[in-house]
């Protein structure tokens, strides 16, 4: 079949809730490549544990297309807007979708997270996610990599080996007083 939409940015497409399956099955009917990162969350019934499959981002799934013909994208039943400003949409950064991508191939525990700004910026040396870069949080002993879509503030965190983390702010730091030193010197 024949994908209408490569070699176009990622969009992050707002779907009704608990919807995101079926509108990714429509969208990949239509010749869409779309991506809809999932996670296993266990349920407690009565008498037993299930597990579920659900969205890492709520309400999210992204697709590719050329944002000047958006209109198949927007018809789609289940589908509400694509997160832009206004009526514009405005593209998810590739390199954060390369990454959302890398952790659900991982099949390291993931779930979402609260968007992170701030904190301790790391890349893995070792592991399933070799060179991928995120904030590192700690949460009852174990360390987790928290990587962020901009776009829609939000964020996810996988667990991951303490082993494979180097700081990686004490590399970005020099150039940055660089730029701050020149920025003065032109001032």
């Known amino acids: 079949m024949h994908h209408v939409?490569?070699?176009?940015?990622?969009?992050?497409?707002?779907?009704r809730a608990q919807r995101e399956k079926?509108?990714?099955?429509?969208?990949?009917n239509k010749g869409y490549t779309?991506?809809?990162?999932?996670?296993?969350?266990?349920?407690?019934?009565s008498d037993r544990f299930q597990e579920v499959e659900l969205a890492l981002f709520p309400g999210y799934l992204?697709?590719?297309?050329d944002p000047e013909h958006r209109l198949p994208i927007l018809t789609t039943p289940g589908v509400w807007?694509?997160?832009?400003?206004?009526?514009?949409?405005?593209?998810?950064a590739g390199s954060e979708v390369e990454a959302i991508q890398a952790?659900?191939?991982?099949?390291l525990g993931t779930l979402p997270w609260?968007?992170?700004?701030a904190g301790d910026v790391v890349r893995l040396a070792e592991g399933p996610l070799a060179g991928l870069e995120g904030l590192l949080v700690e949460v009852k002993k174990e360390q987790r990599l928290v990587v962020s879509v901009t776009l829609l503030q939000r964020s996810v965190a996988v667990e991951i080996d303490r082993n494979w983390v180097r700081p990686i702010e004490a590399m970005r730091r020099p150039v940055e007083a660089a730029r701050i030193g020149a920025l003065a010197a032109s001032a």
């Open 5 to 15: 939409s490569e070699g176009h940015p990622w969009f992050a497409v707002h779907v």
């Open 22 to 28: 079926h509108v990714a099955t429509l969208l990949g």
């Open 34 to 45: 779309h991506f809809l990162p999932l996670y296993l969350e266990r349920r407690k019934w």
């Open 62 to 65: 992204f697709c590719q297309f």
């Open 81 to 92: 807007s694509i997160a832009g400003s206004g009526r514009t949409p405005i593209p998810v």
């Open 103 to 107: 952790i659900v191939r991982s099949g």
């Open 114 to 117: 609260p968007f992170l700004q």
